[in-house]
């Protein structure tokens, strides 16, 4: 059983920063990919930001391409999200997520509980 524990969250005005931060523990850390997923109210779940378990590369939505990075720390199990140049609409509850990348799943089947991130206008 893989555990995701998510803190780091706050209320920030726009154009601050905040950097949420996903703790794992059950698993081996850096066989896994680790994601973050956003849920603005009354939206669907959105992907964030993914960084690989090989050669630590990374992907980003469009939406915070250039603004948001995401970086992981094997030896902490931690995963982190430097979020930079904020706006209202970034708020949501960000969630992490791992898939085993060693064996090459598709859906990522852990998640944390989430944390709130609000932007104020």
């Known amino acids: 059983q893989v555990q995701l524990v998510e803190f780091g969250g706050g209320l920030v005005q726009a154009g601050g920063s905040l950097r949420p931060s996903c703790a794992a523990s059950?698993?081996?850390?850096?066989?896994?990919?680790m994601a973050w997923f956003r849920q603005a109210l009354g939206k669907e779940r959105e992907f964030v930001a993914v960084?690989?378990?090989?050669?630590?590369?990374?992907t980003y939505a469009d939406s915070v391409k250039g603004r948001f990075t995401t970086s992981r720390d094997n030896a902490k199990n931690t995963v982190y999200l430097q979020m930079n140049s904020l706006k209202p609409e970034d708020t949501a509850v960000y969630y992490c997520?791992?898939?085993?990348?060693?064996?090459?799943?598709?859906?990522?089947?852990?998640w944390g509980q989430g944390t709130q991130v609000t932007v104020s206008s």
């Open positions: 997520a791992a898939r085993s990348g060693l064996l090459g799943a598709a859906e990522y089947r852990y």
């Open positions: 059950g698993h081996s850390f850096s066989d896994y990919d």
């Open positions: 960084i690989y378990w090989i050669g630590r590369s990374t």
